[in-house]
């Protein structure tokens, strides 16, 4: 196990930040972890606080997050008999590109804490860890914070550079995740933010409360791409010569189809099937509110 969270202090910097409205503040801290925790349950995280902890933690409640304080990080893991690259964030903007001649998965990033001094920012900063376990056939890294924020910020923004032969599944909860040039599974899972797939080859499965999916992938024969989300667009682009069998729903939005040849076509207002090519592979796009868009390439 790495513990790659904790950096000298001479690598982390305070900045001040603009003020806001203490009560504003609160009431959207309120309204942001009831929707979320419940947007968590339903896509069956476990839901607590702030997710994985670390013990002990600054005591007391702050006011307000103007003053930030940031520390980089970085390690190199080894890879001998791993097949998948497991990341477990909280709040996160997460960047995986695959490396075509890579041994090792590359682990960067910032850790960021924003409270109301820079003394109270730079503590809870030593209590914010990155932390990368190697168990059996995958690597994971996950971030570890304290149980209770008391109205703090904890953010881990992650550059990743794994083999782009690795599986890769993402937890998130806050935060875009963008993954490319990876010919292994994709399989994300987040509540807010946007989720950019580009040059993924090994099928791909995403599961998103709030925001955008957008995706541009090759399937295998016999593969599987699974875009789910409650609230925004979907929108993918393959290959012309992509066989599958082909489903997307909407419940309130529409659903264009563009650049392929559809057989077997049933078309309803909030629904579109039918078959490329053979049918070898399996697509399934599914909104409630928002649109789908299918493109050839």
Known sequence: MY???????RNSRYSNDRLVPIKAIRALAAVGALLACAAVVMLGIACSDSGPTSPGGVSG???NTSF?????FSSDVPVT?????TLRGINSNIAIRGGSDSDSVLIS???????ESPSDAQANLELLEVRVTEMGEEIVVQTIQPEDSGGRSFEVDYTITPPQSLEVSVTNVNGGVAVDNISAAVTVVNVNGEVDLRNVSGGAAVELVNGQI???ATLPRAGTIELTLVNGNVELEIPRATSAELAATVSNGTITLSDLTLENRTETPTSLRGTLGDGDATITLTTVNGTIRIAGF
């Not at 513990?3 to 202090?9: D, F, H, V």
């Not at 990033?109 to 409270?115: D, K, L, P, T």
């Open 61 to 63: 409640n702050v006011s």
């Open 68 to 72: 930030v304080a940031e520390a980089s």
């Open 214 to 216: 957008d995706a541009t």
């Open 3 to 9: 513990r790659i969270g904790t950096i000298p202090k």
């Open 81 to 85: 008999n791993q097949s998948r690259l």
């Open 109 to 115: 990033g910032m850790r960021r804490v924003r409270s």
